[in-house]
C-alpha cells in the first residue's frame, strides 16, 4: 500500500517571487487596460445616450409648443368664425341703415333748394346772405333759413342751401327758377347718392356721345339709354354717403365762418325750431 503525499504547498518567498515575474505583471497590466477601455466605452455609450435624451426632450418640447399653438388656432378659427357670422350680420343691418338712411336724407331734402351765383363775402353776415336772396327768390317771405355751403375761397363763389317754410313754397319756386338771369340758376337738393349717381351718368352720356352714340338719361330711375339699350347704374360705381354727411358740413362751414352772434340762429335751423329775428323782414 503506498503513501498518498499532499499538494506542495508554494512558500511564502516563492509566491512574491511569482507576483513579481514579469509574465503576471503584463497580464496585470492587459486587464487593467481592459478594464480601462470598458470604462470609457461605457462613459461614451452613456453620453450618447444623453444626447440622445437631450434632443427627445427637445422634440418633446418643440410638439407641445406646436400643440399649444394649434389649440390656439383653433380657438382663433372658432373667433373668426363666430366674428364672420356677426360680420356678415352687422353688413346685413348695415344695408337696412343705409337705406333708411337715405330715405330720411331725401325727405329732409324736400324742402331745400341749392342757389348759385349768389355773391359771396368772407365776413358775410346773415342779413346781408338773406338781403341778396330777397332779391333773388320769386316767392317772397318763404325762407326758413339759409346758409354758405363749404369753406369761403377766393375767386369761388359758394352755393346757398335754402329751406323754405313749406312743400308748396319750395315747388313754386323751383318751378320759377328758368327766370333767373345768368349767373343765378338753381337746382334741387339731391342726396349725395343721387348727385353721385348722376354724375356718373353724365360722364357715361359723354363718352358715348363721343363715341358716336344716341344716349338718353333716365333721371328718376338712374338709368341710361345708349343706342337703345338702357344700362343701370351698379352699386359699386354709387358711393352711398353715410347719414347727414351734407347736414353736418355745412354746419360745420356755417359756425366757423359766421360771427358769434349767429350761432343761436344756425342751432335753432338744425333743431327744427325758429330762433328770434331768424328771417328778415
Known amino acids: 500500500m503506498g503513501l498518498s503525499h499532499s499538494p506542495k504547498k508554494e512558500s511564502s518567498s516563492s ?9 503576471f505583471s503584463g497580464n496585470c497590466e492587459a486587464k487593467k487596460a481592459k478594464m480601462d477601455a470598458n470604462w470609457q466605452q461605457m462613459l461614451c455609450d452613456i453620453a450618447s445616450k444623453v444626447n440622445v435624451l437631450d434632443s427627445i426632450k427637445q422634440t418633446v418640447n418643440t410638439l ?6 394649434l389649440d390656439l388656432l383653433d380657438d382663433l378659427k372658432q ?7 356677426e ?19 331725401e ?20 342779413e346781408e346772405l338773406y338781403d341778396q336772396l330777397n332779391n333773388i327768390v320769386c316767392v317772397k317771405n318763404s325762407i326758413d333759413t339759409a346758409w354758405r355751403m363749404g369753406k369761403f375761397t377766393k375767386n369761388k363763389i359758394r352755393p346757398i342751401k335754402v329751406r323754405f317754410l313749406s312743400l308748396h313754397s319750395r315747388e313754386e319756386e323751383y318751378k320759377n327758377r328758368k327766370n333767373l338771369n345768368p349767373p343765378f340758376y338753381i337746382n334741387a337738393d339731391l342726396p349725395k347718392s343721387t348727385r353721385e349717381a348722376h354724375s356718373v351718368l353724365r ?5 358715348a356721345i363721343s363715341g358716336g352714340k344716341r344716349a338718353t338719361i333716365n333721371w328718376k330711375n338712374q338709368t341710361i339709354t345708349i343706342d337703345n339699350v ?24 356755417q359756425i366757423k365762418n359766421q360771427p358769434t352772434s349767429s350761432t343761436s340762429k344756425i342751432a335753432s335751423h338744425f333743431l327744427g325750431v325758429k330762433g328770434p329775428n331768424l328771417r328778415p323782414s
Open 15 to 23: 509566491l512574491k517571487r511569482n507576483l513579481k515575474s514579469p509574465e
Open 64 to 69: 407641445e409648443e406646436k400643440i399649444v399653438k
Open 230 to 253: 338702357t344700362h343701370a347704374i351698379s352699386d359699386d360705381e354709387k358711393i352711398i354717403p353715410s347719414p347727414m354727411d351734407d347736414v353736418s358740413a355745412n354746419k360745420k362751414s
Open 87 to 105: 360680420i356678415s350680420k352687422l353688413q346685413s343691418e348695415m344695408s337696412v341703415l343705409k337705406k333708411e338712411n337715405e330715405r330720411l336724407n
Open 107 to 126: 325727405q329732409l331734402c324736400k324742402l331745400n333748394l341749392i342757389y348759385h351765383g349768389v355773391p359771396d363775402s368772407e365776413h358775410e353776415s346773415p
Open 79 to 85: 373667433t373668426v368664425v363666430t366674428n364672420s357670422k
Open 203 to 207: 360722364k357715361m352720356k359723354h363718352e
